[in-house]
C-alpha cells in the first residue's frame, strides 16, 4: 500500500519545505505549514495561496442535488453560476459550519470547507443524502462525494489576488462577487469562483484541471505578491477575517441566534432547511 500523499500538488509542496499532517477529512494528508511562511497579515497586501486538497472538498449531484443542498445548507438558494457562504445546522439548531458552495450546474453544488469544521460537514452531508424516507430514498439519484480527484481546489486570498488572476485572464473578465464561471487563465481553463466580501477576505477559489494544476501552482508563485501557506494559516485567516471565524473556532455546534445568523448573510428567510424549527425556537 503506497503512503498518504498531499494531493497531486505532493511533490510541489515538498519542495517548499512542508510540513504535512493527516488530513481531518480523508486518509491523505494536508500541508500544515511550510519552511518559510508568511504572517496570515500579507493578505492586507498581498495574497496567499493554499492547496486545499485533503479539506472538505465535496460534490454533490444528481437529480435532486439542489433539494438536498438546500436542506442541508441555510443560506440563501443559489442559481447555476453563484457562489456564498453558507450555513449549515444540526437537527437542534446548533451551527455546525459555515462553507462556501458553488452552484457549478443544475445538478451539482460543491462545497467546500478548510476549517476545522470539514469532518463535522462531510459526516453531516453524508447523512442526510442516505435520508430515507416513507417510499425511499429523501432525495433519490443524488450523491455526495468527495471531489479530489476532479479538479485541483486552489484558493488565492488577499488584496492583491485580483490583480494577480487579472493577469492571466485578458482576454475575458472575472467573475463578480459570489459567482463561478470558467475562465480561461491563459492557456488553462478552469472554474473561477470570486469569494463574496465577508468580512475582511477577498479572494478566489480556483478549479484546476489536474493536468494543469503543477503549471498554474508554479506559475501563481513567481509572482512576489503570492506566498504560499498551509492549513493552520489558512484556518486563522478564515477566524480572523470572517465576522463568524471566532464562533467556529470553538468545538461543537454552536447555538447562534437568527439574528446574528441573518446579519452575517449565512441564513435565508423561510424554513425549507435541517434546524429550522429549532433554530425559531
Avoid at 39 to 67: F, I, M, N
Wanted: charged share 20%; hydrophobic share 50%; glycine share 14%.
Amino acid at each position: 500500500m503506497s503512503a498518504p500523499r498531499a494531493g497531486l500538488l505532493h511533490e510541489e509542496h515538498l519542495l517548499l519545505g512542508a510540513e504535512l499532517m493527516p488530513s481531518d477529512v480523508t486518509d491523505g494528508l494536508v500541508v500544515g505549514s511550510y519552511a518559510r511562511e508568511a504572517p496570515v497579515s500579507w493578505a492586507r497586501e498581498g495574497a496567499l495561496l493554499a492547496d486545499l486538497t485533503g479539506s472538505a472538498y465535496l460534490l454533490v449531484s444528481g437529480a435532486c442535488a439542489p433539494e438536498l443542498a438546500g436542506a442541508a445548507l441555510c443560506g440563501r438558494e443559489l442559481a447555476v453560476g453563484e457562489a456564498a457562504f453558507e450555513g449549515c445546522l444540526s437537527g437542534d439548531g446548533g451551527l455546525i459550519a459555515a462553507p462556501l458552495a458553488l452552484r457549478t450546474g443544475d445538478g451539482e453544488v460543491v462545497v467546500i470547507d478548510p476549517t476545522a469544521r470539514g469532518a463535522a460537514l462531510s459526516g453531516w452531508l453524508g447523512f442526510l443524502a442516505n435520508l430515507q424516507g416513507e417510499g425511499g430514498p429523501a432525495f433519490p439519484g443524488t450523491s455526495v462525494e468527495d471531489a479530489a480527484g476532479m479538479l485541483v481546489p486552489l484558493v488565492l486570498a488577499g488584496e492583491a489576488s485580483e490583480a494577480v488572476l487579472s493577469d492571466y485572464a485578458r482576454t475575458e473578465p472575472l467573475p463578480g462577487e459570489g459567482a463561478v464561471a470558467s475562465v480561461r487563465l491563459d492557456a488553462i481553463g478552469a472554474l473561477v469562483a470570486r469569494l463574496p466580501r465577508a468580512g475582511a477576505i477577498a479572494g478566489f477559489v480556483l478549479l484546476v484541471p489536474p493536468a494543469s494544476a503543477r503549471v498554474l501552482w508554479r506559475s501563481l508563485l513567481s509572482f512576489q505578491e503570492v506566498a504560499p501557506v498551509g492549513t493552520r494559516a489558512l484556518r486563522e485567516l478564515a477566524r480572523e477575517a470572517l465576522p463568524w471565524g471566532p464562533e467556529l473556532a470553538q468545538d461543537g455546534p454552536r447555538r447562534v441566534s437568527r439574528e446574528r445568523l441573518g446579519a452575517w448573510g449565512l441564513l435565508r428567510d423561510g424554513d425549507g432547511y435541517v434546524g429550522a424549527r429549532a433554530l425559531e425556537a
